[in-house]
């Protein structure tokens, strides 16, 4: 299971990712302030637990605005999921976390890649530690 806190836990969360450069990615945009966050947030990482192959990590935009790149964030909770080839879902989606588990089983490593989001989460994690 890899479940980061990013704030909390950027150094590890940057060597995981480079031990793992094809895990898939599923990053999960919060703020503090957000109530549908909190409570997104233990199904979120109860999610870690199901999905062993993949790294999950939760970036609150306030403490780590580094991980944005240029995005601005405006709706809670919004998700990015990356495959080795680049981000495959960018955008807000409802907090309930069968909406997640729906998308993850649905990416592959054929899954066409989309524009928009905050860029290589990878790299930005990399840039900021």
């Not at 999960?28 to 109530?35: E, M, S």
């Not at 709706?75 to 990015?80: C, G, H, N, S, V």
């Not at 080839?85 to 990416?107: A, D, K, Q, W």
Request: net charge negative.
């Amino acid at each position: 299971m890899a479940l980061f806190n990013a704030h909390l836990e950027l150094p590890a969360l940057a060597r995981h990712l480079q031990e793992h450069p094809d895990a898939l990615l599923v990053a999960c945009f919060c703020a503090d302030w957000c109530k549908t966050c909190k409570q997104y947030q233990p199904a979120f990482e109860a999610l870690a637990a199901q999905w062993p192959q993949a790294c999950l990590v939760w970036i609150d935009i306030e403490e780590q605005p580094e991980l944005l790149g240029d995005e601005d964030i405006e709706d809670f909770p919004t998700l990015q999921v990356q495959n080795e080839n680049g981000t495959v879902f960018y955008g807000p989606m409802l907090p309930h976390i069968e909406h997640l588990e729906r998308l993850l089983r649905s990416v592959s490593a054929q899954s066409a890649t989309v524009p928009g989001g905050p860029g290589d989460l990878r790299a930005l994690v990399a840039a900021a530690t």
